[in-house]
């Protein structure tokens, strides 16, 4: 793995930091998680697709350009995971 000079621990801290904003910009939007899926499953389904995603493109030999690559980020924030909120009344 490309990131934390192989630190097992690193991958986790991330990832905890990515679900706290997460949470936080969710609270600020006004979206709350659906509650048909414990809201534990969608924080592991929307970070871990996002850490996986970049530690690809990091690792590829030939990555896309940063802003590239953003817009892919981006594209895929807003399918799947967006399905599994609902907006706060």
Do not use: C
Request: aromatic share 12%; net charge negative.
């Amino acid at each position: 793995m490309v990131l934390g000079n192989g630190d097992p621990m690193f991958y986790h801290k991330v990832k905890q930091i990515l679900i706290r904003e997460l949470l936080k910009r969710m609270d600020y939007l006004g979206i709350k998680m659906d509650d048909e899926i414990p809201r534990e499953y969608i924080q592991e389904y929307a970070i871990g697709s996002m850490l996986n995603l970049s530690i690809y493109w990091l690792e590829k030999d030939d990555p896309e350009a940063p802003s590239e690559f953003t817009k892919i980020m981006m594209y895929t924030r807003t399918k799947v995971p967006l399905s599994f909120a609902i907006k706060k009344e």
